[in-house]
């Protein structure tokens, strides 16, 4: 049976770890994986921008001995020219696998339910779980262990904290968010979240106070105030978040020893600073490096 990776909710702590694991190896011994998918092809079907999803999986794909083609919104028209489920028969004909990123979940999921190849979450309105793995990844590869963590993070309750709060609290790790008071994550994943925090041990702490989130934090974690799709309410937004700029003050907040986190695109002088995106402290080129071989592999996993 295919198996797809939509959200973090579906995957199990093992194979979470097997995967950060597999990960660790394609890293070291990239040479070992160099025709591991060889013969086999993936589509990306992007309907937003992209750098590190789109770059990483092409290459990643690429130095794993595969082919990789980029459909874009023009080409495509997913949902307009054509339905989701005419665009997933037709390309499980031709690919191995489907790297999506859409406006709408549910394209996703309707994308899954009518292909019989692998459908892998490339973002998506709700969801970023190739960013959240890659990020436990960087989490571990920089404290050497995962046990005992707090993550902060401060800002939107978007996509890539939903994700990151899910596979947190799976694994143990403790989390507080802070958000304006509009602006919190969705409650039915917070609700998901807190169950599986409830299961792990961890704490799962959600208020609008980013100095009390900040305060003795391992790691500092931001994303953009507005996110793609989300344009026409920039100025409200803005206005909304001004409080939430992860500078340094709040990181003084934070452990000695803390990291600073950023999914990228950032925006700088905005979600968080020049001196704190530029500090010791920062890890956000790592952090999207590790995106490239965390995406190989789940594509190992998924594909081979
Ligand atoms: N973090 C991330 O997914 O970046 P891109 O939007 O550039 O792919
Ligand atoms: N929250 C951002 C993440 C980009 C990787 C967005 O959805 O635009």
């Known amino acids: 049976m295919k198996r797809d990776l939509l959200s973090i909710q579906e995957l199990g702590y093992q194979e979470i770890f097997e995967i950060i694991n597999l990960a660790e190896d394609v890293k070291l011994n990239s040479v070992k994986y160099q025709s591991a998918l060889k013969g086999k092809s993936i589509g990306l079907i992007f309907q937003k921008p992209s750098n590190r999803t789109r770059v990483s999986f092409e290459i990643g794909m690429f ?10 919104s023009t080409e495509l028209g997913m949902g307009g020219r054509e339905s989701v489920k005419d665009v997933a028969c037709v390309l499980s004909r031709y690919l191995n696998g489907i790297v999506a990123r859409t406006y709408k979940h549910a394209d996703i999921e309707e994308l899954a ?43 939107d309750g978007n996509n890539v ?17 802070a958000t ?4 919190a994550p969705d409650k039915e994943i917070v609700k998901i979240a807190k169950s599986y925090a409830a299961k792990s041990g961890s704490t799962l702490e959600i208020s609008n106070d980013p100095k009390k989130a900040a305060k003795d934090a391992d790691v500092l974690y931001t994303d953009v105030w507005v996110s793609m799709g989300q344009e026409k309410d ?3 937004r803005i206005k909304a978040f001004k409080n939430f700029q992860l500078n340094d003050k709040l990181a003084k907040l934070a452990k000695n020893t803390h990291v600073v986190m950023h999914c990228l695109p950032a925006h700088r002088g905005q979600e968080i600073s020049d001196s704190v ?7 956000v080129y790592a952090q999207a490096e590790n995106r490239m071989h965390v995406q190989k592999a789940i594509l190992l996993k998924l594909l081979k």
């Open 113 to 155: 339910k009518y292909a019989s190849i692998p459908i892998i979450n490339g973002l998506s309105d709700i969801a970023h779980p190739c960013q959240a793995l890659g990020d436990i990844f960087t989490m571990e590869e920089k404290f050497g262990t995962l046990e005992r963590l707090t993550i902060s993070y401060i800002g």
């Open 63 to 72: 130095q794993l001995g595969g082919h990789s083609v980029y459909l874009g």
């Open 161 to 177: 904290l939903n994700s990151l709060m899910c596979i947190a609290a799976k694994l143990g790790i403790n989390m507080r968010v």
């Open 234 to 236: 920039s100025a409200k």
């Open 180 to 183: 304006p008071k509009n602006y």
């Open 277 to 283: 995106m530029d500090s010791r402290h920062s890890v």
